[in-house]
């Protein structure tokens, strides 16, 4: 994990120094759907959400606040056109770098490319994880082990993306977290 947050950690002073900074308002999306992800977003503030529209409902994949990296991972790695929306929940100012210049970073050492790949192995075994979750344990169990990553989340989100994110209704949250 160190090696990981070593990378986070070059990551970070990249975006600092090379980043475009963008306000995204309320409402606004940082990629839609059919849109090819070419950026990595790393949130200075705000709120985003990341979700899959069917004919039914939205499906809210993940959720980024401060100090969140973001994008629609799959269309970023592949080029292929992104199944995703990344919608700002309230004003977000993101940090940009594309994935160019992420290349370059990533390409500077072996050892960066080490991290960088041991990063990734991370994000594929939460991504696991998650899906697991969605499909053996009960909603309070869900909702436990999203806190124990993420204990601000009801600060920083809104309780009917949470309760999206977690695959239930927000009646049933409000219900668990009052139990």
Do not use: C
């Not at 160190?2 to 980043?19: D, M, R, T, V, W």
């Not at 070419?38 to 709120?47: E, F, I, P």
């Not at 269309?75 to 977000?92: H, L, N």
């Not at 370059?104 to 594929?124: F, K």
Request: proline letters at 3%; hydrophobic letters at 40%.
């Amino acid at each position: 994990m160190a090696s990981e947050l070593q990378f986070i950690n070059k990551l970070i002073k990249s975006f600092s120094e090379i980043g475009e900074t963008k306000i995204i308002a309320k409402s606004d999306y940082l990629i839609k759907e059919g849109e090819t992800e070419k950026n990595l977003y790393w949130v200075m503030s705000g709120a985003v959400r990341v979700f899959y529209l069917t004919e039914f409902e939205e499906h809210v994949i993940r959720l980024g606040y401060k100090d969140s990296l973001i994008n629609s991972l799959s269309s970023f790695i592949k080029q292929t056109p992104s199944e995703f929306f990344i919608e700002a929940i309230r004003k977000t100012t993101v940090k940009v770098i594309s994935k160019d210049q992420l290349l370059t970073i990533v390409h500077e050492s072996n050892e960066s490319l080490q991290q960088y790949l041991a990063l990734m192995e991370i994000l594929v075994t939460q991504q696991i994880d998650r899906e697991i979750d969605l499909l053996i344990t009960s909603p309070a169990e869900r909702l436990k082990r999203v806190l124990d990553r993420s204990p601000d989340l009801f600060q920083e989100i809104p309780l009917k993306y949470i309760a999206s994110y977690l695959r239930m209704k927000p009646e049933t949250l409000s219900r668990i977290r009052n139990s």
